[in-house]
């Protein structure tokens, strides 16, 4: 009796571990599909067998991938192994990361646009070398994206025509610099702890459909562009804890947005001389509604070699022809004067608020 009850605990025992074993998620590593990781060979195919076969694939540190259009499906995890550093922008000060170069004719390095159910993308650093290819699609849904740099791309993060948005991403600790453009149209999508520098446009752009994005705790710095733009139509966007610093336009541009939270932010030296007053400003507004302000901090110095005229010429600037409404700003210190460029009578001092 004793026996019969030992086999069938054992055989319980058996079936539980075959369960937790069936239960693991299966996992490779691409060069065990024929990734060299030498910079000029394609390992595209390998790249791609890895993610077909497997839910994780691994990307070995210290190694340089030639990709092109990877195609990442529901459940995907592409991890590089090794140390990361958050912040770095060149491929020098990643060489304990795996890094991913574009292959000509791309169209992206990774493809997402099959990701209907989460994927996610951790521990790379990825090269476009072209500013015709993408670094990551646009058009997936719970997308995760976690110490990842994306540089020398035309957009980082979709495309540059607007015409794919990311929906639900969760980008953490991630780098996009060097880019035509950093992020195109995310969409109810979690942005913490982002860096975006040197890009040739915008920082983030965000089109019409690009709503309910809350961003905290990034930087937006020398972007040729906005450091921010949300142009015509996004609702409830959010910006908090955040730097706006030496970007060439405005650090912020909401033009047509109904719902805009700005709070607990600095702004210095955006407009760089710019003489158009949406972007000779810190932040800018056309046709705006309902944007809130507060606890931010707004700095007026010259530009960097103390040449040029004092950046930027408003701290907050208004399109007289399409006024916006119900603009609170509250707690927002500013080192000099303040005014809207539609009414250049209308001075704030620094330490109060205004509203219109």
């Not at 192994?81 to 000060?93: F, N, P, S, W």
């Amino acid at each position: 009796m004793r026996n019969k009850k030992t086999h069938v605990l054992a055989g319980l025992l058996y079936l539980c571990m075959i369960a937790t074993v069936s239960a693991t998620p299966s996992s490779g590593n691409v060069s065990n599909y024929g990734a060299v990781g030498d910079g000029v060979t394609n390992d595209s195919a390998a790249f791609n067998l890895c993610l077909t076969y497997n839910v994780i694939c691994w990307v070995d540190p210290a190694k340089t991938y030639a990709v092109g259009d990877v195609q990442m499906k529901n459940g995907n995890r592409l991890i590089g192994l090794g140390t990361v550093e958050y912040g770095d922008r060149t491929a020098a000060t990643a060489s304990t990361r795996p890094i991913l170069v574009g292959v000509a004719g791309s169209t992206n390095v990774i493809n997402v646009s099959g990701v209907s159910n989460s994927a996610a993308i951790d521990g790379l650093f990825i090269d476009c070398k072209s500013s015709s290819i993408n670094g990551i699609s646009g058009g997936s849904f719970q997308l995760s994206i976690q110490d990842t740099t994306v540089v020398n791309c035309a957009a980082g993060l979709g495309d540059m025509a607007g015409s794919s948005y990311t929906t639900e991403a969760h980008i953490i600790d991630a780098t996009f610099g060097s880019n035509q453009r950093g992020i195109s149209n995310p969409t109810d999508s979690l942005i913490i702890n982002a860096d975006f520098a040197n890009n040739s446009g915008d920082g983030i752009y965000l089109g019409g459909g690009a709503n309910s994005n809350t961003i905290v705790n990034s930087r937006f710095e020398w972007n040729q562009g906005y450091g921010v733009q949300s142009y015509g139509g996004t609702n409830n966007n959010s910006i908090s804890n955040s730097i706006f610093d030496r970007n060439y336009k405005a650090g912020i541009r909401l033009d047509g947005v109904t719902g805009f939270t700005i709070s607990n932010s600095v702004f210095a030296r955006n407009g760089r001389n710019n003489v158009a007053a949406d972007q000779n400003a810190q932040i800018y507004m056309s046709g705006a509604k309902n944007v809130s302000i507060t606890g931010g901090l707004s700095l007026v110095g010259r530009d960097d070699g103390g040449t040029g005229t004092y950046t930027p010429a408003y701290v907050f600037s208004y399109d007289s022809g399409t006024p916006s409404t119900n603009v609170t700003i509250s707690g927002f210190a500013t080192a000099g004067l303040f005014q809207r460029h539609d009414q250049p009578d209308w001075l704030i001092h620094h330490g109060s608020g205004g509203g219109t």
